[in-house]
């Protein structure tokens, strides 16, 4: 049995000289993809998560929100990560623009990675879930360093809030 990651994905190849000016380590777009931070989010989000083994094992999916802060060096910080199970995510109504969210899918071949047996303990599906949270904070803490947010002229510190979803098929 094997697991393959898809993600939506925008490529990462070096296009136009308009991106010239943007920090070491940046994501740099197909020509005709919208250049705009949330297009170069997900690509670089999508260029480094994978989907945690001891999750996929177990058929672990849900939704992770993550708050991080990019302070006014443009360095990223995660302040938190909370995961919800699929039942609970349904049962919370939530506003969240589309831009905001990033869908993680790993699909099985020869078979289900998990059969659903009752046997799994709780603490390895806790181990499980918390492996989804450090895999979404491994993630943005391995992005290059940001372009820090301006208000009025002045460089701020700016939250952000995100949703990763991931799923099994």
Known sequence: MTCLVFTSYI???DTT???AQLPPGSVRL???SPDNADARLLAAVYR???YPQSAWAYGITGAVFVTYTIDTSGILTVDNTRY???EEFAARPMRIREADIFRITAFTVGG????GS???SA???KRGRANLCKEVARTLRALPTFVPARRGGEIIAETQIKLFYFDME
């Open 118 to 120: 009752a046997t799994t």
């Open 84 to 86: 919800f199970s699929p």
């Open 123 to 125: 603490k390895r599906l």
């Open 112 to 115: 289900p990675a998990y059969s």
């Open 48 to 50: 480094t998560i994978q």
């Open 11 to 13: 490529s990462a190849q």
């Open 17 to 19: 000289a308009s991106t």
């Open 30 to 32: 197909k020509a005709g």
